[in-house]
Structures are given as C-alpha cells and as structure tokens.
C-alpha cells in the first residue's frame, strides 16, 4: 500500500525502528527533564537555579556542538548513537538512584544537566546526519526530518504531562526511572538496523580546516546565513521560556507538577504542529521565506502569554509560542540537510544544533538573572519582542535572500532552470 506524502520516509524500514526507538526514549527524556526543573525548585525556591540547571543541560551544544561536528563526519554514525545513547542511560540511572536514596541535592542535579548536555553535544549531530542513512539519499529526507522534528517535539508534548502526572503520583523519582528503562527502546532499534554506512572522509587540513570548511558553508552564503542568525535570536531570546515554567505555574497560576507538564506539553503541542504542517510539503521552496512569519508570531505570543493570568489563556498562547520556535528550526535544519554535501552534514548539522540549541543556555542564563530584579513576566515580555524585531530584521533581507538561493535550488532540481532565452 503506497504511503501519502506526508509518510514518505516510512517506507523505509530503518527509518521506522528509528522512529519507533527515538520515540520512546524522547518521551522518558522529558519526563526526566520535567522531574529536574520541578524537583529544583522544589529544593531551592530558586529561579536563578532553574535558568542554571538548563544553562548546564545546553551550554555543551554552543562549546562542543563544532567540534563535535567534526569527530562525527569521521566516524560511523550508527557507532557514535551506541556510544551517546549507553552514555546517557548510566546518567539517568545514576540519578534515579540519588532521587530514589533521598540524597539528592539542587547541584547534584545541575551536575546531571552538565553531563547530560555533553552527551547530547554528539548525539545531536549524529542523529541529524543519520536520517539520510536511514532513507536512503536526499529524496526523502525532508520528510524524514520533518517527521522526525515532529517526533521530537511530540515527545514533548506527551513527555511533560506524563511526567507531571507521574510524579503528582509516584513520586519523583520515577521521573528518572522511567526514563532509564526508555533508552532500553533507543539501543535496541539501533542494534536491530540494516544499514550500509557512507564511507567518513578525512579532509586534508586537519581539525582546524575540517571545522573552518563547516563554518564557511553555512556562514559563507547569505541565506543559509540569515536563517542561522534569525534561529539563534529565536532561541536566545523566546526559547528560556521553558526555563521559567516552574514559576509560571506555581506562582502565576497556583498549580502543582501538573500544571507545568500542561503548560511545557501545550508547547510541544505547538512544536507538532508545525512538524504536521512541514511533513505535508512536498519541497522545502519557500521555507526561507516563511521564517520570519514563524519567528514573529513565536515572539508575540510570547510577550502575551507574560501578560495573562488564566491558565486558559496562557496555553493557547504557549501553543503558538512553540509553534513559531520550532517551525523557525526545523525550516532551516530542512533548508540545510537539503542543500548541503555528504561530506559536511555532521558539521552542518552542529553549526544548526549551535545556532537553536547552543544559544538556549545562555538565554536561559540571562533570562533566570534578570528574573532576580525584573520578574519572570517582564523578563520573558521583553525577550519575546527581541525575537519579533529579529524576525522584522531578517525579513528586510529577503529580496537578496531570494536571489541569491534561487541559482543552487535551480542546480539541485529544487525549481525549475530559467528558460532559453
């Protein structure tokens, strides 16, 4: 039976076990990240903590993700995943057993964050230059990506209520316990893969120049550029709203570890969304020039969500808040892992996760300080009106954008040449 459009990438059995392994792990990862932010809290009292602990979890993507990058190109990537994904299990069991034994501290915590981000600084890039492995070559890989964007964020749609409602009753520890048991799901879809892996090459200039090379391709051409720029403004500035979700949800609107898995899923609903809207497209023409309109709408329903106090208000406006941030990253990863050599992916798609992901912490940091002085509301208020004037910036660009992609998306098929004559 023949797939629709938007299941393409199913054909293709190792992209399902992936699918199916990934899946699972996500869920039990965000059940693990919601089980963190709510137990800091709830041992510190402390915002500034929370901005830390995902400054901990992220930083790794902003220092390591280039270097990363490189290490991956030369190596299977199937390898790496086996090496990332045990890595990260003996992690999460290592907490299980602190939160399990009462020992559990607030920087014990922070810690398991810092180590759980370097893990994820090499995992990040090997999964995203994985998937044209996993289909077979770049026919299907927007939608592979799209999907699996989807899946990400499913995850964090699902993870975050299960997880709430999971500890409201379980307990905490079984935050980190559950999680443990999810990587089972991950390491078993890998070892059950049939893949030919591509050749790695070795550059001739060494590490320096292999990491140069990746810097000059995405930064070296004015759209891939542009996109890059507006990504890492995106989630400098709108993306530690989910830093501050604890606040939010004890504070603004007196709840408990169930109101915040609503508030973090009512985002990553948001996020699968957009991933449905990207599966349903047959090409990546036009994604450029949706970014700015996603990256906008993220920034003002942000700046609203700061301003209501009823629950059932601000989850619509997180929704569309998720929505626009990942439909910014994902439209640029799609654009990037389209567009760019074999040879480079891995560093391609590091220079991508330094741009969304690597930017986070900082943001995170800046945004948990200034909630010291200024209050959580403000400080998100005024990072959601950065991420519109960015969007606003880039959108000024866009008739050089446009040119300027139009020749190498004629090159790769992408839209048709220009006629004879």
Same mark, same amino acid.
């Given at each position: 039976?023949?797939?629709?459009?938007?299941?393409?990438?199913?054909?293709?059995?190792?992209?399902?076990?992936?699918?199916?392994?990934?899946?699972?792990?996500?869920?039990?990862?965000?059940?693990?990240?919601?089980?963190?932010?709510?137990?800091?809290?709830?041992?510190?009292?402390?915002?500034?903590?929370?901005?830390?602990?995902?400054?901990?979890?992220?930083?790794?993507?902003?220092?390591? #993700?280039?270097?990363?990058?490189?290490?991956?190109?030369?190596?299977?990537?199937?390898?790496?995943?086996?090496?990332?994904?045990?890595?990260?299990?003996?992690?999460?069991?290592?907490?299980?057993?602190?939160?399990?034994?009462?020992? $559990?501290?607030?920087?014990?915590?922070?810690?398991?964050?810092?180590?759980?981000?370097?893990?994820?600084?090499?995992?990040?890039?090997?999964?995203?230059? &994985?998937?044209?492995?996993?289909?077979?070559?770049?026919?299907?890989?927007?939608?592979?990506?799209?999907?699996?964007?989807?899946?990400?964020?499913?995850?964090?749609?699902?993870?975050?209520?299960?997880?709430?409602?999971?500890?409201?009753?379980?307990?905490?520890?079984?935050?980190?316990?559950?999680?443990?048991?999810?990587?089972?799901?991950?390491?078993?879809?890998?070892?059950?893969?049939?893949?030919?892996?591509?050749?790695?090459?070795?550059?001739?200039?060494? !590490?320096?120049?292999?990491?140069?090379?990746?810097?000059?391709?995405?930064?070296?051409?004015?759209?891939?550029?542009?996109?890059?720029?507006?990504?890492?403004?995106?989630?400098?500035?709108?993306?530690?709203?989910?830093?501050?979700?604890? !606040?939010?949800?004890?504070?603004? &609107?007196?709840?408990?570890?169930?109101?915040?898995?609503?508030?973090?899923?009512?985002?990553? &609903?948001?996020?699968?969304?957009?991933?449905?809207?990207?599966?349903?497209?047959?090409? $990546?023409?036009?994604?450029?020039?949706?970014?700015?309109?996603?990256? #906008?709408? #993220?920034?003002?329903?942000?700046?609203?969500?700061?301003?209501?106090?009823?629950? !059932?208000?601000?989850?619509?406006?997180?929704?569309?808040?998720?929505?626009?941030?990942?439909?910014?990253?994902?439209?640029?990863?799609?654009?990037?892992?389209?567009?760019?050599?074999?040879?480079?992916?891995?560093?391609?798609?590091?220079?991508?996760?330094?741009?969304?992901?690597?930017?986070?912490?900082?943001?995170?940091?800046?945004?948990?300080?200034?909630?010291?002085?200024?209050?959580?509301?403000?400080?998100?208020?005024?990072?959601?009106?950065?991420?519109?004037?960015?969007?606003?910036?880039?959108?000024?660009?866009?008739?050089?954008?446009?040119?300027?992609?139009?020749?190498?998306?004629?090159?790769?098929?992408?839209?048709?040449?220009?006629?004879?004559?």
């Amino acid at each position: 039976m023949a797939l629709p459009q938007s299941l393409r990438a199913f054909q293709h059995r190792n992209y399902r076990l992936y699918f199916f392994g990934q899946g699972t792990s996500q869920i039990g990862t965000w059940m693990q990240l919601i089980a963190t932010s709510w137990l800091i809290y709830r041992l510190s009292g402390s915002a500034f903590l929370l901005g830390l602990a995902a400054f901990a979890l992220q930083i790794s993507f902003l220092v390591l #993700a280039p270097v990363a990058g490189v290490l991956v190109d030369r190596m299977v990537k199937r390898k790496v995943l086996y090496a990332t994904q045990g890595t990260a299990l003996a992690q999460s069991l290592v907490m299980f057993g602190l939160v399990a034994s009462g020992r $559990i501290e607030a920087w014990h915590l922070v810690l398991g964050n810092f180590v759980l981000g370097i893990v994820n600084a090499f995992d990040s890039p090997a999964r995203q230059s &994985f998937l044209v492995e996993l289909v077979g070559g770049r026919q299907d890989l927007p939608n592979a990506i799209a999907l699996s964007s989807g899946l990400m964020n499913g995850a964090r749609f699902v993870g975050p209520m299960i997880g709430g409602a999971v500890i409201a009753t379980a307990g905490v520890s079984w935050g980190f316990g559950l999680n443990s048991l999810s990587y089972l799901a991950v390491l078993g879809a890998l070892a059950a893969m049939r893949t030919s892996p591509r050749a790695p090459e070795h550059g001739s200039g060494g !590490w320096a120049g292999e990491l140069m090379a990746g810097f000059r391709y995405a930064y070296g051409f004015l759209p891939t550029r542009s996109a890059l720029l507006l990504l890492a403004a995106v989630s400098f500035f709108a993306q530690p709203y989910q830093s501050l979700m604890p !606040w939010f949800a004890k504070e603004a &609107f007196h709840g408990n570890s169930a109101t915040l898995g609503l508030l973090i899923g009512a985002g990553g &609903f948001g996020a699968v969304s957009g991933m449905v809207y990207l599966a349903t497209l047959s090409s $990546i023409r036009g994604l450029l020039r949706r970014l700015p309109i996603s990256a #906008a709408i #993220a920034g003002l329903a942000l700046t609203a969500f700061t301003f209501t106090h009823q629950l !059932w208000l601000a989850l619509p406006l997180i929704f569309l808040t998720g929505m626009g941030i990942m439909l910014t990253a994902a439209s640029t990863n799609t654009v990037l892992q389209t567009i760019v050599e074999d040879r480079l992916r891995a560093r391609v798609a590091a220079l991508y996760i330094m741009a969304f992901l690597g930017m986070s912490p900082l943001g995170a940091l800046l945004a948990g300080t200034l909630s010291r002085y200024a209050g959580p509301p403000l400080t998100l208020a005024l990072g959601g009106l950065c991420a519109a004037a960015a969007a606003a910036a880039y959108a000024s660009k866009l008739p050089a954008i446009r040119r300027e992609i139009r020749p190498l998306y004629q090159r790769l098929g992408i839209i048709p040449p220009p006629e004879a004559g």
